[in-house]
T-cell receptor
Framework: QKEVEQNSGPLSVPEGAIASLNCTYSDRGSQSFFWYRQYSGKSPELIMSIYSNGDKEDGRFTAQLNKASQYVSLLIRDSQPSDSATYLCAVLLGSSASKIIFGSGTRLSIRP | ETGVTQTPRHLVMGMTNKKSLKCEQHLGHNAMYWYKQSAKKPLELMFVYSLEERVENNSVPSRFSPECPNSSHLFLHLHTLQPEDSALYLC?????????????FGSGTRLTVV
């Protein structure tokens, strides 16, 4: 089992709709959870971090964390073509707290 | 300059060349990292430095040699690379070794080995 799993996509969403990206992780002791956005040929950019169960909202982005289910998600409301990118889920492991493990990423495409 | 700066942005090198990648962070962070990102693969952690001391080396071939002269600078020295080493090399930093707030990445160096 991979430590951080994401569906590779591509996920195609119409402009203006809600894009929903999902991620599961294996280490129950994990303490910090992140979503990075990576445009093609560019470096990852941190867009959301979440540390406790529930929802965290920042503009059009909402991160959701459920530690019991070991599940993290990212919702993007009112999707724009500029949201088309690969989204990386990342988890700070509890067992080896110096290491952040990245998922392989979900490619999101917003169609006009 | 702010954030994490990497140079060069692009590098083409022959298999017999020696080159170095440079990373500089202006965030006052104490930990720095080298990652490799190949096409359609997850980010691979290569090296971790905390306060200039190497704390992790993830079974990276010896043709990659890191150097951290101080907490703001990190180098990756390259020699006798193989074509499969072509990838995006990313430098990152975090406040502390326990990266509770995540990493800040540099813009990366796109390396092509010919």
């Amino acid at each position: 089992q991979k430590e951080v799993e994401q569906n590779s996509g591509p996920l195609s969403v119409p402009e203006g709709a809600i894009a929903s990206l999902n991620c599961t992780y294996s280490d129950r002791g994990s303490q910090s959870f992140f979503w990075y956005r990576q445009y093609s040929g560019k470096s990852p950019e941190l867009i959301m971090s979440i540390y406790s169960n529930g929802d965290k909202e920042d503009g059009r982005f909402t991160a959701q964390l459920n530690k019991a289910s070991q599940y993290v998600s990212l919702l993007i409301r009112d999707s724009q073509p500029s949201d088309s990118a690969t989204y990386l889920c990342a988890v700070l492991l509890g067992s080896s707290a110096s290491k952040i493990i990245f998922g392989s990423g979900t490619r999101l495409s917003i169609r006009p | 300059e702010t954030g994490v700066t990497q140079t060069p942005r692009h590098l083409v090198m022959g298999m017999t060349n020696k080159k170095s990648l440079k990373c500089e962070q202006h965030l006052g962070h104490n930990a720095m990292y080298w990652y490799k990102q190949s096409a359609k693969k997850p980010l691979e952690l290569m090296f971790v430095y905390s306060l200039e001391e190497r704390v992790e080396n993830n079974s990276v071939p010896s043709r990659f040699s890191p150097e951290c002269p101080n907490s703001s600078h990190l180098f990756l020295h390259l020699h006798t690379l193989q074509p499969e080493d072509s990838a995006l090399y990313l430098c990152a930093s975090s406040q502390d070794l326990i990266a509770y707030y995540g990493y800040t990445f540099g813009s990366g160096t796109r390396l092509t080995v010919v």
